[in-house]
């Protein structure tokens, strides 16, 4: 029996300003954080940009962006989602009045895309903090972004209240636990930086985030704004009770950030963490209230699950797994030790439904790996990724099971649909896309686009609205 989506599916392809436009300076825009990190989120920090960067450029999509969104097109995209970078926006980010020629480039953009059908799904804020707000007010710790984001935030639903109608506030926003530069923008290094600062800066992006939603609906009622978790399933590492337990208490670290932006307020296992930590959330007079705007939809990244333990002695920690956690015996992993789990993505999809009953939109998931570009039969350049198709085809395969289990998913935008420069590395061999471009590690390459197998193989997924997925 085929897989059956539902008709209005949103099928099609994610991606980050930062990791595609290049053009890091170009018609106004300031230095983001991502300017700065040429090794990537976990890489040391330079002064200025250096060339070494390759977000600096990119994929150049900047200047690419039509031939790249009628490749889309051309795969039968539903929906793009990529986002906007605040920097181009507002250079520094506390301005009183934005730059008029980066609000241009989205509208163009936009309009592009609706040329072809397809929806944007715009994420607010993915991990490009202006830089100045970071050297200048230590990120999200300030309670000052939180102004600094609702003007943003307010200029462009403004701006784009006809052209856009998915939003997500912030990308993989619980990622701050792990990784508070690039999640958060907070220059204090991860070594000094106390609980209670850490917890006080989501407090304030929890609170930027619900204030956008409640003006995003203000403006245009028919506004559609989720949140964007980073989803990892917990396992027990055994039966151990001491164990279910331990996973039990690490999924709470990433739930909460869901339960707050869809229940509107922190829920009980957060206070007593924060009780045993010696941590005090200071509340500002209606921050209570903000939190009860609550997100129409949840939406969450999905690579990996997890296991743990209480344990130490078996506290193996999996090589790739960004938010912690312990590998798991029984799973395969990606050349970047991501544990590769596609019943995970049915597994999550039932518990966030079960939970938040709001529906579910899963806007990234994809294998990075190293592709060979090679000349085939025909005398095309193409990449003969066989292990994209085979990851992503078992990974749409469960999505189909949780539709079956009744869950509510509204898409599916797989995670760099083109090539692009990696978040965690920096790197361009670590590719996602289902387009080839031709740039490399060391800066070399003609920026020339080639289709890979995988992008026949989604373009027919789409046609056939998932029934040629191949079930095991």
């Not at 607010?124 to 200048?136: A, F, G, I, N």
């Not at 999924?251 to 010696?278: C, L, S, T, V, W």
């Not at 997100?295 to 078996?314: G, H, L, P, Q, R």
């Not at 686009?449 to 079930?471: C, E, Q």
């Amino acid at each position: 029996m085929s897989i059956q989506f539902p008709k209005d599916f949103l099928w099609g392809g994610a991606v980050a300003a930062n990791q595609l436009e290049g053009a890091y300076q170009e018609d106004g825009k300031g230095w983001s954080i991502q300017d700065v990190t040429p090794r990537g989120g976990w890489g040391p920090v330079t002064d200025v940009p250096t060339e070494d960067n390759m977000k600096l450029i990119g994929i150049d999509f900047y200047h690419h962006y039509k031939e790249d969104i009628k490749l889309f097109a051309e795969m039968g995209f539903k929906v793009f989602r990529t986002s906007i970078a605040w920097s181009r926006i507002f250079p520094k980010g506390d301005e009183l009045e934005p730059n008029e020629k980066g609000l241009q480039f989205y509208d163009d953009l936009f309009d592009e895309l609706h040329k072809y059908g397809i929806e944007p799904l715009v994420t607010l804020s993915h991990y490009e903090t202006p830089l100045h707000l970071s050297r200048e007010y230590d990120g999200w710790v300030n309670r000052k972004l939180v102004d600094f984001y609702e003007r943003y935030a307010t200029t462009v639903f403004n701006r784009y209240k006809n052209k856009v109608k998915y939003w997500l506030t912030f990308n993989e926003i619980n990622s701050i636990l792990e990784a508070p530069f690039m999640s958060g923008g907070i220059s204090t290094p991860k070594d000094q930086l106390t609980k209670q600062d850490l917890y006080q800066a989501i407090h304030h992006e929890l609170v930027a985030s619900a204030r956008a939603v409640k003006i995003g609906h203000q403006i245009n009622p028919d506004f559609k704004i989720g949140c964007m978790v980073l989803s990892m399933p917990t396992y027990p590492l055994t039966p151990n009770p001491d164990d279910v337990i331990a996973a039990m208490e690490f999924d709470h670290r990433n739930m909460a950030f869901a339960d707050i932006h869809a229940r509107g307020q922190y829920p009980g296992y957060m206070k007593r963490f924060f009780r045993e930590n010696g941590i005090s959330i200071h509340f500002e007079p209606g921050d209570a209230e903000d939190l009860k705007h609550t997100v129409d939809f949840i939406s969450f990244s999905y690579y990996m699950s997890t296991c743990e333990t209480a344990d130490e002695a078996k506290k193996a920690k999996g090589e790739g797994n960004i938010l912690g956690g312990v590998s798991n015996p029984h799973l395969e992993a990606s050349e970047w030790g991501w544990q590769i789990d596609p019943q995970g993505l049915r597994y999550v999809l039932n518990t966030f439904y079960d939970r938040f009953q709001k529906p579910l939109f899963i806007v990234e998931n994809g294998l990075g790996a190293v592709d060979e570009l090679i000349t085939n039969e025909k005398g095309e350049k193409t990449v003969e990724d066989d292990y994209r198709i085979n990851y992503l085809n078992d990974h749409l395969v469960q999505v189909g099971e949780a539709i079956d289990d009744g869950v509510e998913v509204m898409g599916y935008t797989s995670w760099g649909c083109i090539d692009v420069v990696s978040a965690s590395t920096a790197q361009l061999k670590k590719r996602y896309g289902y387009i080839y471009v031709d740039r490399h590690d060391d800066g070399s390459g003609t920026l020339e686009r080639y289709r890979k197998k995988s992008f026949h193989w989604y373009k027919d997924v789409i046609s056939t609205n998932g029934a040629s997925l191949r079930r095991k």
